[in-house]
């Protein structure tokens, strides 16, 4: 049984340029949660879709923006990168009403 | 606002003694706790969780106490294993609704 599946593993931006990133969730999960890990630092909440809606979102610009298809997989984009946004981006999945997450290995982002 | 910490962003320990990673919390209202365990180029991988009616709770070769009263955390390892050498994070959850927050993480270094 797969777990969370993200791709790219690894990218390279320039500045102020777009980027998305992918996520398949663990077989059987619906609900899916992005996070940004900063080298050094625990994962901060971005936002998390569920039934293709963004639920919940944590405290990022709207350049960070989201989309969750039919099939539970889901899509981070960021416009207009910044240096501040190299980071790890990490992926989780949870089934419904079930409080814990999985996460996928993540994309690590770096904006030269 | 409200926040997840560690008291020690290090901690190193001799193969084969037990382990004490501690986490204190801010948020009363939480009451869902996870261990989660980084190794380099990975995601978080859950060890154990807790809710807020348990004081303690048993998995294999790990042990998570909660005390609420001083809103304190910690997560121990028996007999600790090389592989066991990773970052762990603590993070809470109100409800299992709310997003996890992840505190910054503890460095564990197993000496052999």
């Known amino acids: 049984d797969a777990g969370v599946t993200q791709s790219p593993t690894h990218l390279i931006k320039t500045r102020g340029q777009q980027v998305t990133l992918r996520c398949s969730p663990k077989s059987g999960h619906d609900t899916v949660s992005w996070y940004q890990q900063a080298l050094g630092q625990g994962p901060q909440f971005i936002f998390q879709?569920?039934?293709?809606?963004?639920?919940q979102r944590g405290n990022f610009p709207d350049r960070f923006s989201g989309h969750q298809f039919p099939n539970y997989s889901s899509e981070l984009n960021v416009n207009a990168l910044l240096l501040g946004d190299s980071a790890l981006y990490l992926c989780?999945?949870?089934?419904?009403?079930?409080?814990?997450?999985?996460f996928g290995s993540g994309t690590r982002l770096t904006v030269v | 606002g409200e926040s997840v910490g560690l008291h020690l962003p290090t901690l190193s320990v001799q193969e084969g003694d037990n382990s004490i990673i501690n986490c204190a919390y801010s948020n009363s209202a939480s009451d869902y706790f996870i261990w989660y365990k980084q190794e380099s180029g990975k995601g978080p991988q859950f060890i154990i969780d807790i809710r807020s009616n348990m004081d303690k709770r048993q998995g294999q070769r790990v042990t998570v106490l909660l005390n609420k009263t001083v809103k304190h955390l910690s997560l121990q390892i028996a007999a600790t294993q090389p592989g066991d050498s990773a970052v762990y994070f603590c993070?809470?959850?109100?409800?299992?609704?709310?997003?996890?927050?992840f505190g910054k993480g503890t460095r564990l270094s197993v000496i052999a």
């Open positions: 989780a999945s949870r089934q419904g009403g079930n409080y814990g997450y999985t």
């Open positions: 879709y569920y039934e293709e809606e963004e639920r």
């Open positions: 993070a809470e959850s109100h409800s299992g609704n709310t997003p996890l927050v």
